[in-house]
């Protein structure tokens, strides 16, 4: 069993900044990889930001060159650095545990464990 704990969510202007952390913890947890996903609603959970077991970070094409991935361990941490953030990144964002064979092309259903999410709002 893996429990996810993220934290950083809140409220910025257009051109902001946030850093969003996500603990992972558990006896599992190592053998997952951590990424970052992201929901509005009416919408599925997609991907936004993810790194594999060799430190390769992945990226949507919608936050490339403004976010920033990066692990730590130990505690097995992931943290998502968010610059010149627009309004269409305002969601609920999510960390997930998944098997790391997916976590260049992840997918909400390639998750195995969610955190509870932490909400993100852009305003213009």
């Known amino acids: 069993q893996v429990q996810l704990l993220e934290s950083g969510g809140g409220s910025v202007q257009a051109g902001g900044s946030l850093r969003l952390s996500c603990g992972a913890s558990g006896g599992g947890s190592n053998a997952y990889c951590l990424g970052w996903f992201r929901q509005v609603p009416g919408e599925g959970r997609v991907g936004v930001a993810t790194?594999?077991?060799?430190?390769?970070?992945w990226y949507t094409d919608a936050v490339k060159g403004r976010f920033t991935v990066s692990p730590d361990n130990p505690p097995k941490t992931l943290y998502l650095q968010m610059n010149d953030l627009k309004s269409e990144d305002t969601a609920m964002y999510y960390c997930a545990a998944l098997l790391c064979q997916y976590s260049q092309a992840p997918t909400a259903r390639s998750a195995s464990y969610w955190g509870q999410g932490t909400q993100v709002t852009v305003s213009s």
């Open positions: 790194i594999d077991s060799d430190g390769r970070p």
